[in-house]
């Protein structure tokens, strides 16, 4: 017990600052936040997947996964869909602004035993932020990896998040990039048709791939069975889960599914752990 | 380490002045009428030794119903400072039941690896006397969780006392803590005769069998069927329809830990304070999009029978959930979703 006290402090926020503000749909935006002590963001390391709990002093605490590589030091990003009291007071907020950061927390995609391997992302509305956090990894050291192919999908051309970089991936030759929307707009010359419509033009082939997938819940449940269905092994198929994630580090028991603590289990799970889990 | 030693019961009033030297001393008080609870006291003379558990566990002298976790101000950025409780403390008396969820919360709060700093400090910062218990209470079942009728060396307590029977408490000595409570009157104790530990165990023998010879719940069945989700959910719906949603369950349960953080805030300063939340609540798992995942009575039933009894858990956390108290028994107004209740219904897979 007394050496339990000299540990840290699991539940104290460290303060970060806004530096930009990035707008990408009319309810989202990136923030780029830098620890306030210079030494506490050098040593500040994260792996994709992994999340911080943002406090917004005064209404409390949130959990918000990265959304930039840590291949990429200076700063770290998190992309903000305005939902409830908190995000909308963060979006009220500009550079210079300060909040809390507790982190990071959780596991992370796995990254080292997938090298060599060709690489599936699926990302459908909100979820391409905590997937980019990977896919920008893995640009940052391609060779590592064998094909990678990226589908995105939203509900409208005006709910794609980083519509610049979308444009540049597109352009890449060492990707497949495609992107789909669920309802045209005017001036939308792309494909129409929920995210599993890509799968025939995309070319996948299960054999030797690995597939990471985030998006909302009815999205991944039936993205799932397509890729059992494809042929993808359970353990091959890795999708993050969402709760409520309160205090981040497994305590405050809001975010369990069966004996699993989303916060300190995951986020992070393979279909194969998934199956594992009462409830 | 365990040392066995002898106090006379007139004395006792001595010791616990002793002890108040050093330190709050929480202990069974008698309220108006019949009920007891555990209360900061201000004499030795408050204590009452003829108590069933009381309804409140020792609980929250370690995870307060509400406590504040820091407070921060602006002052050009923001300022962060954890508020920490400090105070020494006794807790005189405890059942066996909540020295072993106290267990509970050192292998799951305070777990080595990631500890919660605030419920670690009052830990280390508190003793615990426990009294085993030579009845049982009407609705306990400690026999059932292996939590009591008192514990053996290594159970969590600091100090175990056992009355005799005649003038005499049996003083077992289990840690160092114990023996500093013991020596801030080392001139009270005198070492225990091998006829004392000998009818200590005579005392514990009969006391088991003054349990119900047909206790309600056996963990062995309804655990197992928990844990591979053999219970059908008509049977979960058809309990839960007996659950107003109150959180008494939860809250009055020692070994419940669930907590909600909030803040308030005023003029650029504020307080980040926890307090106890529950299963039981829709709230708990709610998300900001207003998806719910467990969005019926029945699953948030299940959940709260899930943590206390699977197999899943007890590999987890190193030990049961549900340390027997029965004071779940005793609290649920809709009077039937007790842990032996539930647990019974589980094993029999009907519900009358």
Redesign the interface.
């Known amino acids: 017990m007394e050496v339990m006290e000299k540990r840290p402090n699991i539940y104290l926020p460290q303060i970060a600052r806004i530096i930009d503000v990035r707008d990408e749909t009319p309810d989202t935006k990136t923030f780029v936040f830098r620890l306030r002590d210079d030494a506490a963001h050098a040593a500040f390391a994260w792996r994709p997947g992994q999340f911080v709990e943002l406090s917004v002093f005064g209404l409390g605490e949130a959990p918000f996964g990265f959304a930039s590589s840590p291949t990429r030091k200076g700063s770290f990003e998190i992309t903000i869909r305005a939902v409830g009291a908190l995000t909308r007071a963060l979006h009220a907020m500009g550079a210079g602004a300060e909040v809390g950061i507790r982190g990071p927390l959780g596991n992370s995609f796995p990254y080292d035993e997938v090298q060599g391997r060709d690489i599936l992302f699926i990302a459908g509305g909100i979820g391409l932020p905590p997937l980019r956090a990977l896919i920008h990894n893995m640009f940052d050291e391609r060779p590592k990896f064998g094909n990678i192919t990226i589908l995105y999908g939203a509900r409208t051309p005006t709910d794609l998040v980083y519509k610049a970089e979308l444009k540049e991936w597109a352009s890449r030759q060492d990707i497949k990039f495609m992107v789909t929307v669920d309802r045209s707009e005017p001036g939308w010359e792309g494909n129409v048709g929920m995210v599993p419509t890509l799968f025939p033009k995309a070319g996948i082939k299960p054999e030797g791939t690995v597939s990471y997938m985030c998006g909302p819940p009815v999205m991944i449940r039936f993205v799932i069975q397509d890729l059992v269905s494809m042929g993808f092994a359970d353990e091959d198929i890795i999708s993050t889960l969402e709760r409520h994630m309160k205090c981040g580090v497994g305590k405050c028991n809001h975010c369990c599914i069966g004996h699993k603590y989303v916060c300190r289990d995951g986020p992070v799970f393979s279909y194969k752990q998934m199956k594992g889990l009462l409830e | 380490m365990s040392r066995a030693l002898r106090l006379d019961k007139g004395r006792l009033r001595e010791w616990v002045a002793a002890l108040q030297k050093s330190a709050t001393v929480i202990a069974p008080v008698p309220l108006h009428g019949a009920d007891v609870a555990f209360q900061p006291i201000k004499s030795a003379d408050e204590i009452t030794l003829e108590y069933d558990n009381p309804q409140d566990s020792p609980k929250r002298f370690l995870f307060p119903q509400s406590e504040d976790?820091?407070r921060?101000h602006r002052n050009g950025?923001?300022q962060?400072e954890?508020t920490y409780d400090e105070e020494k403390r006794v807790i005189f008396g405890i059942r066996c039941c909540d020295v072993s969820a106290i267990r509970f919360f050192d292998l799951?709060?305070?777990v080595?690896d990631?500890?919660?700093?605030?419920y670690?400090?009052r830990?280390?910062n508190t003793g615990l006397v426990a009294f085993a218990c030579n009845a049982p209470c009407k609705e306990c079942f400690c026999v059932c969780a292996n939590t009591g009728p008192s514990l053996p060396s290594g159970g969590g307590y600091d100090i175990q006392l056992t009355d005799l029977g005649g003038a005499y408490l049996l003083v077992e000595v289990d840690t160092p803590k114990g023996e500093e409570l013991v020596a801030a009157a080392p001139q009270l104790f005198s070492p225990a005769s091998a006829d004392d530990l000998a009818q200590r165990d005579a005392l514990d023998q009969a006391a088991e069998k003054r349990f119900p010879r047909d206790p309600r719940l056996y963990f062995s069945a309804s655990s197992r069927k928990v844990?591979v989700?053999a219970v059908e959910e008509e049977l979960w719906r058809r309990m839960a329809q007996w659950c107003v949603t109150c959180g008494g369950c939860t809250n009055i349960c020692p070994t419940c830990?669930?907590?909600?953080?909030?803040?308030?805030?005023m003029n650029g300063a504020?307080v980040?304070t926890?307090r106890w939340?529950s299963?039981q609540f829709p709230g708990?798992?709610?998300?900001?999009?207003g998806?719910n995942?467990r969005p019926e009575q029945l699953?948030r039933l299940?959940?709260r029978i899930?943590?206390k009894i699977?197999y899943?858990?007890v590999?987890?956390d190193g030990m049961q959930g549900c340390v027997g108290c029965g004071r779940c028994v005793r609290v649920c107004p809709g009077i039937r979703l007790g842990i032996p209740e539930v647990g019974e219904a589980i094993r029999r897979a009907e519900w009358k």
Do not use: I, M, W
């Open positions: 976790l820091l921060y950025g923001y962060v954890p799951t709060l305070g080595e990631l500890p919660d700093a605030y670690a400090r830990r280390a844990s989700d830990y669930c907590f909600n953080v909030t803040d308030a805030q504020g980040r926890r939340d299963c708990l798992t709610r998300e900001a999009s998806h995942p699953h299940r959940r899930f943590h699977s899943q858990y590999a987890r």
